[in-house]
């Protein structure tokens, strides 16, 4: 079944058609106040991934009564979605805005940090106290937090966009203007060739 899905997602990409609209977190800025948000930004090398741990990030946490920041996304993100007394997504529907695939099953869904931690470590989050590293691991105002297909997020990894970008090219845009606010709001370093990276992307919009 899951991959009848993904074909058919497959083929009206492919004719630059989706049958449900692509979800969007709050706070995406225009194209213009990204690429003057973009202009600012320190350009430096990444800094050492010594002493990072995913740990030293803490997710996820409560965010109201019984659930936590992944299950409040998975709300945010998905369509129809119902939840158990643990606030479980029992069933509902997620379109992964990376590369378009539609899904029935949180199982099938993963809550991408847009810009990952190892990045941010490695951009100035090793400077933080663990309480600032657990806002920026657990952001619900900032365009942070995604709710995408498990392998996709897999295959992205701990990769700026100098190393990858969404199969769905028409999200360019759209996630380069998360990547730049995101960098932009936490105050975090860009290498010139993610700064390359998102010039292009932001092009594209």
């Given at each position: 079944m899951h991959s009848c899905?993904?074909?058919?997602?497959?083929?009206?990409?492919?004719?630059g058609v989706l049958s449900t609209p692509l979800p969007a977190p709050t706070g995406i800025p225009t194209t213009a106040a990204a690429k003057s948000e973009l202009a600012a930004l320190t350009v430096a090398a990444q800094g050492s991934q010594d002493g990072y741990s995913r740990d030293l990030f803490p997710h996820w946490i409560t965010i109201s009564g019984t659930c936590d920041t992944r299950e409040t996304v998975l709300k945010r993100d998905?369509?129809?979605?119902?939840?158990?007394?643990?606030?479980?997504a029992t069933s509902g529907t997620w379109v992964s805005p990376y590369d378009g695939a539609t899904w029935t099953a949180a199982s099938d869904v993963d809550i991408d940090h847009l810009v990952p931690l190892s990045n941010a470590w490695k951009s100035g989050?090793?400077?933080?106290?663990?309480?600032?590293?657990?806002?920026?691991?657990?952001?619900?105002?900032?365009?942070?937090?995604?709710?995408?297909?498990?392998?996709?997020n897999e295959s992205k990894g701990d990769s700026g966009?100098?190393?990858?970008?969404?199969?769905?090219?028409?999200?360019?845009?759209t996630y380069a203007k998360m990547w730049?606010?995101?960098?932009?709001?936490?105050?975090?370093?860009?290498?010139?060739?993610?700064?390359?990276?998102?010039?292009?992307?932001?092009?594209?919009c």
């Open positions: 899905i993904v074909l058919i997602n497959a083929l009206l990409l492919s004719t998905g369509t129809n979605v119902v939840t158990s007394s643990a606030c479980a989050a090793s400077a933080w106290t663990t309480a600032q590293r657990q806002t920026f691991a657990n952001d619900l105002t900032h365009p942070q937090l995604l709710a995408v297909t498990d392998n996709v966009p100098e190393d990858w970008k969404p199969p769905l090219t028409s999200y360019w845009c730049v606010t995101v960098k932009s709001v936490y105050d975090l370093t860009i290498t010139s060739a993610e700064k390359t990276a998102l010039t292009t992307m932001l092009n594209t």
